[in-house]
């Protein structure tokens, strides 16, 4: 042995942990830091080291040998799975009881705007969501046809006129010459009737030239009352029929909400007393209702009834087509509650994961759910107010797992 070199180090190098000393192959490489030189074992003659096969692979299997038992450390235990969860204290939660239903503010009194003539859109004079005065021009058709018939109505009255001008003179002359004695009373009768013929033809076109009148000035749409144009349904160039709606105009006023409401719904909603409106628009604010119609005949598409209930104190926040909800029998009662994110189910019965203060694990227990409110629901039973249930990270928990509360605070 040279000096300042080990035992373990003699020939080869040592293990720390066991020192078993390893020979070293002369063709692996050795930093001079590790060894002081290399030195070759002689094996006896008759041993096994008289293979030259064996002798070039055994210090290769012994160095591996001897190195896979020195790296083999003792097993250590499992760290514990602690998972990180979200919890909540159960108590008491006032929750709102009764039924909803979405519904559009529109206006009492809606009106189909046509005109009552037909012929091709010469104008346009509103917009959608105008607000428009009684009496305002909406839209007009091409008047030329119709001031051509009013024309021809008014030339031929006057030849009526003319013709009827005509007879009584005839007759006022007739009735002279018979006080006389110069002519039958049967000629007499004869020129009153030409008289009064020719004035029910003058009254007849007289009638007709008014229509006529009235026919070009239907070629004007206007607006029957105040409000606003809810739909345009034509251009201009457009050629529409007499009666055809082309716009559709809410009168200003009262303000209602339209609601539609299942068959089973029905008899609740009539015997409602108290309906509470509220708009997406305005949130904390309510508005009293009434209900004012309910349709008679079912949608045939969704099956429900179509119903209106009337705002009683409407004011400049309500627009119309803002979105409402009208709320039937709306109670506050205040109720055990969870978060809807703690259920999960087993065999298809509600559970939630129950926290023990103390050692921090998780059982599941079976709970009876009620109402769901938003994102609570109700527990009728299974929980008492005070215990902590788990509310996020429901679906990687096993019974008597031991649980992280993320917000710190918790128990």
């Known amino acids: 042995m040279r000096p300042g070199m080990s035992p373990g180090n003699r020939n080869g190098s040592g293990c720390g942990r066991c020192a078993t000393r390893i020979i070293t192959p002369s063709w692996l490489p050795v930093s001079s830091g590790d060894l002081d030189a290399l030195e070759t074992k002689q094996t006896e ?4 080291g008289d293979n030259p096969g064996m002798n070039r692979f055994l210090p290769v299997t012994v160095l591996l040998l001897l ?6 450390d003792a097993p250590q235990a499992a760290p514990e799975d602690i998972r990180p969860v979200r919890a909540e204290r159960v108590g008491m939660h006032a929750a709102q009881q009764g039924t909803r239903y979405a519904g559009e503010v529109r206006a009492r009194y809606e009106t189909d705007l046509a005109f009552r003539v037909a012929g091709r859109v010469d104008t346009r004079k509103a917009e959608v969501g105008s607000q428009v005065k009684a009496g305002q021009v909406i839209a007009t058709l091409d008047p030329n046809d119709y001031v051509l018939a009013s024309h021809a109505a008014h030339a031929q009255l006057t030849a009526a006129e003319a013709e009827a ?3 009584r003179q005839d007759l006022q002359r ?4 018979r006080a006389q004695n110069f002519i039958s009373q049967a000629e007499l009768d004869r020129r009153r009737t030409t008289a009064e013929a020719a004035a029910a033809q003058a009254r007849q076109l007289r009638a007709e030239a008014a229509r006529q009148d009235n026919q070009q000035a239907y070629t004007r749409l206007t607006a029957p009352h105040a409000g606003v144009v809810t739909a345009i349904s034509f251009e ?5 029929a007499a009666g055809q709606p082309v716009a559709q105009l809410a009168r200003d006023g009262e303000r209602e909400v339209r609601i539609d409401v299942p068959e089973n719904a029905l008899d609740a909603l009539r ?14 604010r309510d508005y009293a209702g009434r209900l004012r119609e309910v349709s008679p005949v079912a949608d045939a598409g969704s099956r429900t009834y179509s119903a209106r209930v009337s705002l009683l104190h409407s004011d400049a926040a309500v627009k119309l087509g803002m979105t409402a909800t009208v709320e039937v029998g709306s109670e506050s009662v205040s109720s055990l509650s969870v978060a809807q994110s703690a259920l999960f189910r087993i065999d298809g019965k509600p559970q ?6 103390q050692t921090r694990k998780v059982a599941a227990r ?8 938003g994102e609570r629901a109700a527990i009728v039973s299974g929980l008492a107010a005070g215990e902590w249930v788990v509310t996020a990270g429901v679906h990687k928990l096993a019974p008597g797992q031991q649980v992280r509360l993320a917000d710190p605070g918790r128990p």
Do not use: K, M, Y
């Open 45 to 48: 003659p008759g041993t096994i």
């Open 165 to 167: 001008r005509l007879a």
């Open 67 to 72: 190195l896979a038992a020195c790296g083999r």
């Open 174 to 177: 007739f009735t002279e010459l």
């Open 352 to 357: 939630v994961w129950v926290v023990n203060p």
């Open 366 to 373: 079976s709970v009876q759910i009620g109402e769901l409110n």
């Open 271 to 284: 015997a409602a007393h108290n309906l509470r409106i509220r708009l997406w628009s305005v949130p904390g």
């Open 236 to 240: 201009v160039g457009q050629v529409v």
